[in-house]
């Protein structure tokens, strides 16, 4: 949609609205004529770094929960042979799943190759993000894909009622300490800002400038977050139960977490530069 000049953030915020509410009533008047609700509908980005021990029973998983939904793994230079698994799982499922090979690596540029490879090539109209590790177990994926028909983004949350964070202690403080944080810069619009399991409805993810993405790693989860609440997008909290890995390796570093702090900072002074793709100047809607 382009923006007309002269047009204030408040009317485009008003427009975008009034687009919302159409897309949601056709969303529920179509799931509603077609009876059970369909994987069809659902696209999953799996990003995966070595994960050579749970990409094949966690693929297996995705597909068991949501029959029909298609899985697109976003695989980067892996050294443990998932690259290849990753192949033989896009041969074993043809049209269901697929596999982006990038000779770059980056858990947000992942996301973002992911993303694009989904808005591109498919008309689903729900694309869910999770881990590959069980962190994010698929069990919840019927919850968390149902709760994204009454809004734009259902956020797998480990801080609402019913939620369990399984992890070692320093694991849940980590996260703890930076949903605190993420809350005192970016509001209470969700509890779990720094997650990486959601389901958002194709229309939101179209609207975001992915060349505006500053993150590089983990913080992509909230940046892509708060851009969607300053666009006025809503989310809705759905409980899980958050595991730590069984098998593999964290690739989450010391490192990654100052970094993380630092970014999120940096977003926030910034006003996140463009939010929506094909809106020009800083901030397509005042926050
Ligand atoms: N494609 C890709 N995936 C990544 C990269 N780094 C991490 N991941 C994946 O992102 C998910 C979360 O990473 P993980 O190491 O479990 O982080 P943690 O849950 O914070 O410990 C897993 O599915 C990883 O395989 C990367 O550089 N590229
Ligand atoms: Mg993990």
């Not at 977490?257 to 999120?264: Q, S």
Request: proline share 3%; glycine share 10%; charged share 25%.
């Amino acid at each position: 949609m382009a923006r007309s000049q002269g047009e204030s953030g408040a009317s485009l915020a008003w427009r975008r609205r009034s687009e919302l509410g159409q897309s949601n009533a056709a969303a529920t008047l179509t799931d509603a004529a077609s009876g059970p609700w369909s994987g069809r509908e659902v696209a999953v980005m799996l990003p995966v770094y070595n994960e050579r021990e749970n990409l094949r029973p966690i693929v297996s998983g995705i597909l068991e929960s949501l029959p029909g939904v298609s899985v697109v793994i976003v695989e980067d230079m892996s050294t443990d042979g998932s690259a290849e698994l990753a192949d033989q799982l896009q041969a074993e499922h043809p049209g269901q799943v697929t596999v982006l090979h990038r000779q770059a690596r980056g858990r947000a540029s992942a996301g973002i190759a992911g993303f694009r490879h989904i808005l591109e090539h498919t008309s689903v109209r729900y694309i869910v993000e999770m881990d590959a590790d069980f962190s994010h177990h698929p069990r919840h994926l019927p919850a968390l894909v149902r709760a994204a028909q009454s809004c734009d983004v259902a956020v797998g949350s480990r801080l609402v009622r019913g939620a369990k964070d399984a992890r070692p202690p320093l694991r849940r403080w980590v996260s703890r300490c930076a949903n605190i944080y993420a809350r005192l810069l970016f509001g209470g619009a969700v509890r779990d800002w720094s997650g990486g399991f959601k389901c958002y409805r194709r229309e939101a993810l179209a609207a975001l400038d992915f060349d505006s993405i500053w993150s590089k790693g983990f913080t992509i989860g909230a940046e892509l977050l708060w851009k969607l609440h300053r666009l006025e997008f809503r989310f809705v909290e759905v409980p899980i139960t958050f595991e730590d890995r069984r098998l593999g390796a964290s690739k989450f570093s010391a490192k990654d977490m100052w970094r993380g702090f630092d970014l999120l900072l940096r977003l926030r002074l910034g006003r996140g530069g463009r939010l929506r793709r094909g809106v020009g100047g800083r901030g397509g809607v005042r926050s």
